[in-house]
């Protein structure tokens, strides 16, 4: 398996979460920092 994995977004990904409360944005943001430390994370 790789050991780096490249993650991209879109523009409307950007605007969809944009749109979200400050709380969702700050809970997502944790996840993917979950996701960029552990790919495998469940």
Known sequence: MPE???HY???TFW??????P???QKI???????LKEN????
Do not use: F, G, V
């Open 4 to 6: 780096n994995i490249n």
């Open 9 to 11: 977004t879109s523009y």
């Open 15 to 20: 605007q969809s979460y944009y749109k979200l």
């Open 22 to 24: 400050l709380k969702i």
């Open 28 to 34: 997502a943001d944790q996840k993917y920092e979950l």
């Open 39 to 42: 790919y495998r994370h469940p």
